[in-house]
């Protein structure tokens, strides 16, 4: 049982380029989220989904794009990276007992 | 949408001493998560607590839903409590975490 986990921990992209991040999760949870956190700052929502084959922008959606074709993974895309992405990005499943956070993927956009 | 406050926005402490952290939130919640992110990122959950009080040894919660407020406290803190501590609230509209902007707690020895 691994719980969230994410790949890959650690990135850095130029101007323009695009990326996947993978999230997944191994505990049937139907709610799963992406947030990003910037220093000094808490997690602000980008998107989430409530279950396979749906999605929902959060309160910071522009530039980024998500998918959930399998209840366990929820993937978020950025087609075009700009410098303002640079951030640290926590996917989260949720249930009736409550969060629960992967360990993180730092990007840095140059 | 609801809004979030948490106070204070840092607290140092000297090992030993007790806390209490604050959550204000401005709207009817369907359940209301605190969460400890350690000096290396990780964020654990600690109280899955819409209302009531619960405790896990040296920590416990109180969410007063009437009053839209929470406490968290932390009672001979040790270094290993330092870090960010989180409220976040689900929205009765949906199933979406909005998170308060932290109280950042360092434990001296």
């Known amino acids: 049982n691994a719980g969230v986990t994410q790949t890959p921990k650690f990135r850095v992209l130029k101007t323009g380029q695009s990326m996947t991040l993978l999230c997944a999760q191994d505990m049937n949870h139907e709610y799963m989220y992406w947030y990003r956190q910037d220093p000094g700052m808490g997690l602000r929502l980008i998107h989430y989904?409530?279950?396979?084959?749906?999605?929902a922008k959060g309160e910071v959606p522009d530039g980024y794009n998500v998918s959930r074709l399998k209840k366990q993974n929820f993937l978020l895309g950025l087609e075009s990276a700009a410098p303002s992405q640079t951030s640290v990005y926590f996917c989260?499943?949720?249930?009736?007992?409550?969060?629960?956070f992967g360990p993180g993927t730092r990007l840095t956009v140059l | 949408g609801i809004q979030v406050e948490q106070s204070p926005p840092d607290l140092i402490l000297q090992e030993g001493a007790n806390s209490t952290l604050r959550c204000n939130f401005s709207d009817s919640v369907n359940n209301l998560q605190w969460f400890h992110q350690n000096p290396w990122g990780q964020l654990i959950n600690l109280f899955y607590i819409p209302s009531g009080t619960k405790q896990n040894g040296r920590l416990s919660a109180t969410t007063v839903a009437t009053e839209r407020y929470s406490l968290l406290y932390i009672s001979s803190s040790q270094t290993t409590d330092s870090g960010v501590y989180f409220c976040a609230v689900e929205e009765t509209s949906g199933s979406r975490l909005t998170f308060g902007e932290g109280t950042q707690l360092t434990v001296n020895p």
């Open positions: 989904s409530v279950g396979e084959g749906t999605t």
């Open positions: 989260a499943t949720h249930s009736l007992a409550g969060g629960l």
